[in-house]
């Protein structure tokens, strides 16, 4: 069974598509922290105290 041209580009332009769609998020991230000099993981937690009643 042979795939037609048409619907083979179709496939492939969707799956290129997606894969940017997945990582356009990560890469808007890593875009932000060299542009910022921001650095999350550099930074320590801060501990909440604990409220009893």
């Known amino acids: 069974m042979k795939i ?4 083979k580009q179709r496939i492939i332009k ?8 997945y990582a356009l998020p990560i890469l808007l991230m890593f875009f932000t922290f060299y542009f ?6 550099l930074k320590k937690a801060v501990k909440t105290s604990h409220i009893s009643k």
Not at 4 to 7: G, I, L, T
Not at 14 to 21: A, D, E, G, K, R
């Open 4 to 7: 037609e041209e048409a619907v």
């Open 14 to 21: 969707n799956v290129f598509l997606s894969l940017f769609i």
């Open 36 to 41: 910022t000099g921001q650095r999350p993981w």
